[in-house]
């Protein structure tokens, strides 16, 4: 079982900027695809980004637009989603995720193990 832990969330004014931190202490982290995945109220969970095991291969949502960079550090089995130019409509709870094995770090429907969220609030 993995377990994910997500932090950073917080209240950010339009056009600031959060980053956001998901830590496992699961031995086979850096085998694992992990992602980025929100849900605003009364909508759907949505996939903000996948990252495969090695870095190298990234996929964002469309909603993305170059405002929000994935990262991970597999010494320290901790992903980071920094984000910037931050709207309201960003207002969400965001959850970290993992998929395996790595190759499937693009399709959402893979990812499944989940952490327990945090909020994400953006003021106009």
């Known amino acids: 079982q993995v377990q994910l832990v997500e932090s950073g969330g917080g209240l950010a004014q339009a056009g600031g900027s959060l980053r956001l931190s998901c830590a496992t202490s699961?031995?086979?982290?850096?085998?694992?695809?992990m992602g980025w995945f929100r849900q605003a109220p009364g909508k759907e969970r949505e996939y903000v980004v996948g990252?495969?095991?090695?870095?190298?291969?990234?996929l964002y949502g469309d909603f993305v637009k170059g405002r929000f960079t994935i990262s991970r550090d597999n010494a320290k089995s901790t992903i980071y989603l920094e984000m910037k130019h931050l709207e309201p409509e960003d207002t969400a709870v965001y959850y970290c995720?993992?998929?395996?094995?790595?190759?499937?770090?693009?399709?959402?429907?893979?990812?499944?193990?989940w952490g327990q969220g945090t909020q994400v609030t953006v003021s106009s």
């Open positions: 699961e031995r086979t982290f850096s085998s694992h695809a």
């Open positions: 995720a993992a998929a395996y094995p790595s190759t499937y770090y693009y399709d959402k429907t893979k990812y499944t193990y």
């Open positions: 990252i495969n095991r090695f870095g190298d291969r990234v």
